[in-house]
């Protein structure tokens, strides 16, 4: 075959603490041996991909350098942020976790898969074609629509591995912030399938509406005022010692611990000074807040621990085997309990109009964007 040229969305940092967002041109040579050329047809914005897109640009600051077929934009960093991205300056990054497209070549190891709709991993996704491993795309089912399969990899996994954490550390119960997200549905509907407890916290009553409907029983509105109190009764109730938080900044996490502790000191036998000997779990997997983290470690004795949740380091760990028996589940579950909703589709260049990208840049909750390059 003779080479595919095709545009990719690129961010770059200068010295001068400028961040820009354009497209690229990228040439695809033939697939090598183990490779496969697709046609990207759906990418999802994760809030992951905003953080390498924009990282700590100031976007109140954007402004339009390019127009017409090769629109740009750029940003200015803070100088107190500029050294978090001192390593990644002058150089042109390709975003996008992940995706979904046509094959349309492949090597001698992808030669079954010429035509069939397939689900990536590996970044780079915000292009018009990608050069990905074999092993890094699954066949979507039959009828699966590439926007059906372009979300298949980031959240999925990571709710499931939200609970195989739980089960692998002797939980009962979860505990999940932002819990009206897409990641937070798919949770939901596993923790139904699976038995497993899950208390919910969103930030408004229509964000609590959307779980109820999908068969949450416990879903508490941070913004309301006995909050933590419900939230004290429900650790209690469903013995919750895990929680998995998205939101990152400010006491919200340390809430969470203190009504644990609660829960535990509730059947306690005795009174110990160095609070109950139940081990309370947080996991901050998210910055949708990105204040510092606040903790009243007072509150909520010594037997706890406030650690960080990355996906890809945690499935090296997991292994081989687990991970192919997640993404089995994923196939099988597909357009039920992994379907995503969007909000929008948009282009590849609609991506870097102005409007358009500060409405996904808000990573509000219960709202997703889909990049169609085809568009």
């Not at 970044?123 to 050069?131: D, H, L, P, S």
């Not at 590439?146 to 990571?158: I, Q, R």
């Not at 650690?307 to 090296?316: E, M």
Request: some cysteine.
């Amino acid at each position: 075959m003779s080479d595919v040229k095709g545009l990719e969305l690129r961010t770059t940092v200068d010295a001068d603490g400028w961040l820009t967002l354009d497209l690229a041109e990228v040439t695809h040579a033939a697939p090598a041996d183990d490779e496969l050329l697709v046609r990207v047809e759906a990418a999802p914005i994760n809030p992951s991909d905003l953080g390498l897109l924009l990282g700590p640009a100031d976007v109140s600051t954007l402004e339009e350098i390019g127009g017409g077929d090769r629109p740009a934009l750029r940003f200015r960093i803070p100088p107190a942020r500029l050294a978090s991205v001192r390593a990644r300056l002058g150089q042109s990054l390709p975003a996008g976790n992940e995706g979904a497209g046509t094959v349309i070549a492949a090597g001698a190891q992808g030669q079954d898969l010429i035509g069939r709709k397939v689900g990536m991993i590996g970044g780079a996704m915000f292009a018009e074609y990608r050069t990905i491993k074999r092993r890094d795309a699954v066949p979507l089912p039959e009828g699966a629509s590439a926007a059906d399969g372009a979300a298949m990899f980031v959240n999925p996994l990571t709710a499931l591995a939200f609970v195989e954490t739980t089960r692998r550390e002797g939980h009962k119960a979860i505990v999940h912030t932002a819990a009206a997200s897409n990641l937070g549905q798919m949770l939901q509907k596993i923790c139904l399938a699976d038995g497993i407890p899950l208390i919910n916290i969103v930030r408004s009553a229509e964000q609590a509406a959307i779980l109820r409907e999908i068969g949450a029983t416990h879903v508490l509105n941070s913004k309301d005022d006995d909050f933590r109190t419900r939230l004290a009764d429900a650790c209690a109730e469903t013995g919750a010692t895990i929680g998995f938080d998205a939101i990152g900044g400010g006491t919200l996490g340390s809430d969470i611990l203190h009504a644990m502790e609660q829960a535990a000191n509730r059947t306690a036998a005795a009174y110990s000074r160095y609070g109950s000997d139940t081990f309370k779990q947080l996991y901050i997997y998210g910055a949708l807040d990105t204040a510092p983290t606040t903790l009243n470690r007072l509150a909520f004795g010594f037997q706890w621990s406030v650690s960080g949740f990355l996906l890809f380091p945690w499935l090296q760990k997991a292994g081989a085997e687990v991970v192919a028996r997640m993404r089995q589940r994923i196939v099988d579950e597909l357009t039920t309990t992994f379907a995503s909703r969007y909000t929008a589709t948009i282009g590849l260049r609609e991506a870097l109009t102005p409007d358009v990208l500060r409405a996904y840049e808000r990573k509000a909750t219960g709202e997703k964007y889909l990049i169609d390059p085809t568009r």
